[in-house]
């Protein structure tokens, strides 16, 4: 993994050290206050976004995550300069130079190509590779390609690299009325940025509403961008020549406070959480609370859990403001002890299920349908080796480790460091007994694995 710290790439090569497992001791109670991070999805688009200005951006409350390094190594490779100070990120896109960002680095994190967008937007011309499929579906970009064509984009695809152009000597993408077919954030977000700097109007219809295509939004609007209906169905973006420089803090991440309302309540834990924006997380707060689940907004930007007897429900993941995809391995975690029946249907990703075999690992009850999954509540989990199947599997393989009697062991922790900053940390300090260790020492007594943290 290549790091970016201001203009020096830094090489911490992860890919040397021995594969790590992580350890956790069960039937734990949190307790206390835990800080959410930025928002990851919400972090990745906007990165793209400074493409769009021929100058510096400075975005705050950027989480420290592998997926940010690996769009960070995206945007090098495309000229750009990048400096990192904490949570803060400095990027000028002043020069960019070149359209093609290298196979190498795209095909590590399907967000990199969101870059399509700015670029053709900034240059007339793009190359960026196909993101490979992942884990939880083939992950198709017909979306994006084709709100690029309705701007006058030409588009073809060659040996898994998409070429755009705009025909024509002025170089400009024209705006255009575009329907989407599915509201789908990315091609929302890739359509919405290429349209900042198109001629004339462009409207979206059926637009992606998640928070993070609002924050999008707000970033480029910050920038001079002429944006409304952002949140809504339909968004209407008015061209403009070009954008400014803008200092923008992202939104707090509330697929990461999601999760940790989950720890909390599979654990039967009072523990509060901030900053959050409440109303990102309604679907997620409405469900736990009619599990039995207590969730008051005791501050502003902040939400305090007050555990309960958690019975089942039934869950259907949908586009927001619908029921998040991002949450529903989690709360299948939490689902799997909550006393009756309950059904959970994906119906945003064709394979992300895959999770439910490691939850059987662990004595749940669950049986597959399709897309749906017919859980019933057991009394109690047993710690068990799982391997994470994707990022938001990863950490409900977590929570579900903490509540379980005796220890889990999680392999696949990859999945884990791209997608939440300092999980472990952040959970040892509400009181959790996790540790990384090699697999050797898998069978170390607690106070050994504590040890061999500090060496
Ligand atoms: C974003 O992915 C998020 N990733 C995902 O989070 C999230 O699960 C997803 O939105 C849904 O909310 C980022 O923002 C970086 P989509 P995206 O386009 O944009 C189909 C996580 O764990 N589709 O809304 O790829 C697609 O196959 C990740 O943080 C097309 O058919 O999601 C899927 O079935 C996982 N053609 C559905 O739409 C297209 O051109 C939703 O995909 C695009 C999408």
């Known amino acids: 993994m290549v790091c970016f710290l201001e203009d020096r790439a830094i090489n911490l090569s992860t890919e040397t050290q021995p594969p790590s497992v992580l350890k956790i001791w069960g039937e734990t109670q949190l307790n206390g206050q835990v800080t959410i991070s930025g928002a990851k999805n919400s972090a990745l688009a906007i990165m793209a976004g400074t493409l769009l200005c021929a100058d510096e951006c400075r975005l705050r409350n950027i989480p420290s995550l592998v997926d940010i390094n690996h769009m960070g190594d995206v945007l090098n490779s495309l000229g750009l300069k990048l400096n990192r100070n904490g949570d803060t990120l400095e990027i000028n896109a002043q020069e960019i130079t070149t359209s093609k960002p290298p196979y190498e680095l795209v095909s590590r994190l399907r967000a990199s190509f969101f870059v399509i967008g700015p670029l053709l937007a900034r240059l007339g011309v793009a ?10 579906g083939a992950r198709p970009v017909d979306l994006h390609v084709r709100g690029l064509e309705a701007m006058g984009a030409k588009v073809r695809i060659e040996h898994g690299i ?10 400009r993408l024209q705006g255009a009325e575009i329907y989407l077919d599915y509201p789908s954030v990315g091609a929302t977000e890739t359509i919405l940025m290429a349209a900042t700097l198109a001629e004339g109007e462009t409207r979206i219809e059926n637009a992606a509403r998640e928070p993070e295509v609002v924050d999008l939004a707000n970033f480029c609007i910050a920038m001079g961008a002429k944006i409304q209906g952002a ?3 339909t968004i209407t973006i008015s061209g403009v020549k070009s954008l400014h420089s803008v200092d923008y803090p992202i939104i707090p991440d509330r697929i990461e406070a999601g999760t940790f309302l989950v720890a909390g309540a599979i ?5 509060s959480l901030s900053p959050v924006v409440p109303e990102h997380l309604t679907p997620v707060i409405a469900k736990l609370r009619a599990m039995g689940v207590k969730i008051i907004a005791d501050a502003p930007n902040c939400l305090s859990l007050i555990p309960g007897t958690l019975h089942g429900t039934d869950i259907e993941t949908l586009p927001y403001p619908g029921f998040p995809t991002d949450m529903q391995a989690q709360l299948m975690a939490l689902l799997a002890l909550s006393e009756g029946d309950s059904v959970i249907t994906e119906t945003v990703f064709e394979n992300r299920l895959r999770h439910v075999a490691e939850f059987k690992r662990m004595g749940a009850d669950i049986r597959l349908k399709g897309q749906q999954a017919i859980i019933r509540g057991v009394s109690m989990l047993t710690g068990a080796p799982v391997v994470a199947t994707d990022l938001r599997a990863s950490a409900a393989l977590v929570v579900a480790g903490l509540a379980a009697k005796g ?5 696949g922790l ?4 791209r997608g939440y900053d300092n999980l472990e940390d952040k959970l040892r300090g509400l009181g959790a007994k996790l540790q990384r260790v090699s697999i050797e020492e898998t069978d170390l007594p607690a106070e050994e694995l504590i040890e061999a943290e500090k060496r």
Not at 162 to 168: H, L, N, Q, S, T
Not at 407 to 411: G, L, V
């Open 127 to 136: 190359r960026v590779p196909l993101p490979g499929g992942c884990a939880i």
């Open 231 to 233: 949140g809504t169905n």
């Open 407 to 411: 220890i889990t062991t999680i392999q």
């Open 162 to 171: 998409v070429y755009a152009d705009i025909p024509g000597s002025n170089n």
């Open 414 to 417: 990859h999945h884990l460091d």
């Open 267 to 271: 654990t039967h834990s009072e523990i």
